[in-house]
């Protein structure tokens, strides 16, 4: 030190010794955060903890004795680390580092809060949730694009299926139910992205959507009431409008004697009944061969003696032999379509049944429609970020060369006032349903002035 100093101007006082202790530019990197220190300790205890836990006996412990070990192994790491971890941080950091080894690491607070319906994922530094309907930024992120990518891998292996750069965009789902979507590069730029759209443990009913104000009474009576009496049904409306939830609730009305067949992409339905059969499509392997569609397991699900078949959603030319089912004896059966009003559903399910490249003429797929469907029910998800069953229509037959269809039921929105809340009135349009002679022979009877459009809904 003596030797460096005597090497400087005697005056004026050398600023460049004074440099580097004078407050450094912007420009200089910030120490790492809490946060980031927290995430990367409990990275590298996670990888000292594989070392140290006997993992054949891993297999043989359940949760509770698994955790309880975890968090002894952690305490003592967290000692010779020295991390300035209060008692009830010790504890919380233990049960992190639990969900990072079994779980999903740091969205698994995410899972357990049933305030949040959706989890987005844009890379590993930015997660979003939707609560109440609004997005909003969440306090978790992950150590690097690895980290996230371990974290995919890990759920779809959950379900038998694979992602990587030759097959980058996956559908899977959690043990909950939960469905999600994946995309990992190439296809994602700035990492992988992932999208879960949480199911609630508990599964709404009709009721509480009626609480929720998505519909008033007299329109979900009339539905289930319709649904009770054989009624097939179709369940339009765009993403996140709450059609799964809707279709979920709706099959309370089903009765617990009849057999149902769920086909989905990736099962998420919570069907509220003691006898039901779920299958799922599979995608190709690794040698692009052993996939198996929606089509052909609507062909098969007909072998199985349902009373109702139950699709997840309508997506493709699956759609020609959902509209045989229900002409051929499964009356009653539902499924989900993407389109944005009753009209625009019939539309979609005429292009669907030409994709399966059938030689049947325009006339007479609209005739199979106007046959199978009895009712379109239209579930919109508002400005506001609420959902509401916007319409209720019944499909009446064919006039010349056109699907005919009457709306039952409909909301007209009025206002949306400063806080951007949306407000508006159900009303009943004045028409009474065909459909409603065959729930009247079936014993369920709706009052006449259900119908009337100057009775308050």
């Known amino acids: 030190m003596g030797r460096f100093s005597a090497t400087l101007p005697s005056e004026p006082p050398a600023p460049s010794v004074e440099a580097p202790v004078v407050p450094k530019p912007t420009s200089m990197p910030k120490a790492p955060s809490r946060d980031m220190q927290m995430l990367d300790a409990k990275l590298r205890i996670h990888a000292r903890l594989i070392d140290e836990l006997d993992l054949s006996a891993i297999e043989r412990l359940d949760e509770t004795q698994l955790r309880a070990q975890v968090r ?9 680390e020295d991390l300035a971890l209060s008692a009830a941080e010790e504890a919380s950091f233990a049960d992190a580092v639990f969900d990072e080894m079994t779980g999903l690491g740091p969205i698994e607070p995410l899972l357990k809060d049933d305030s949040i319906a959706d989890i987005l994922i ?3 530094e930015q997660v979003y949730i939707e609560r109440g309907g609004e997005l909003e930024l969440a306090p978790v992120r992950f150590a690097d694009n690895d980290h996230l990518l371990r974290i995919v891998n890990r759920i779809v292996a959950g379900v038998g299926r694979r992602v990587d750069e030759s097959q980058p965009l996956v559908d899977a789902r959690l043990a909950d139910g939960s469905r999600v979507n994946a995309a990992i590069s190439p296809i994602a730029i700035d990492g992988p992205l992932v999208s879960i759209r949480k199911f609630k443990k508990n599964p709404l009913t009709l009721d509480k959507l009626v609480g929720f104000g998505a519909m008033p009474q007299a329109m979900a009576e009339f539905i289930s009431g319709a649904v009770k009496c054989r009624a097939s049904t179709i369940i339009s409306g765009g993403t996140g409008s709450g059609k799964t939830t809707l279709l979920n609730a709706l099959s309370a009305s089903i009765s617990h004697k009849e057999r149902l067949i769920t086909i989905e992409d990736a099962a998420e339905l919570q069907l509220m009944q003691p006898h039901v059969a ?43 032999d959902m509209l045989q089912a229900m002409n051929t004896g499964h009356e009653g059966s539902m499924a989900t379509i993407h389109a944005n009003n009753p009209r625009d559903a019939i539309t979609r399910l005429e292009q669907m049944v030409a994709m399966g490249g059938l030689k049947i003429s325009e006339d007479a797929i609209r005739g199979q429609i106007a046959a199978a469907v009895n009712f379109i029910v239209q579930a919109t998800r508002m400005s506001d970020g609420s959902r509401k069953v916007i319409s209720i229509a019944e499909i009446t037959g064919m006039e010349g060369r056109i ?7 409909k909301f007209e929105r009025t206002h949306t006032d400063d806080d951007g809340k949306v407000h508006g009135r159900f009303r009943a349009t004045g028409i009474r349903p065909k459909f409603l002679d065959e729930m009247n022979r079936r014993g369920v009877h709706m009052p006449e002035n259900m119908f009337d459009p100057s009775t308050e809904l």
């Open 72 to 80: 002894q192994i952690v305490f003592e790491i967290i000692r010779t």
């Open 122 to 124: 844009n890379g590993c």
């Open 278 to 320: 779920r299958m799922e499509t599979r995608p190709p392997n690794i040698e692009g061969k052993g996939e198996i569609k929606q089509r052909e397991l609507v062909k098969n699900a007909l072998r199985m003696r349902p009373d109702r078949v139950i699709l997840g959603e309508v997506r493709s030319e699956e759609a020609f």
């Open 403 to 409: 699907v005919q269809m009457q709306e039952i039921f």
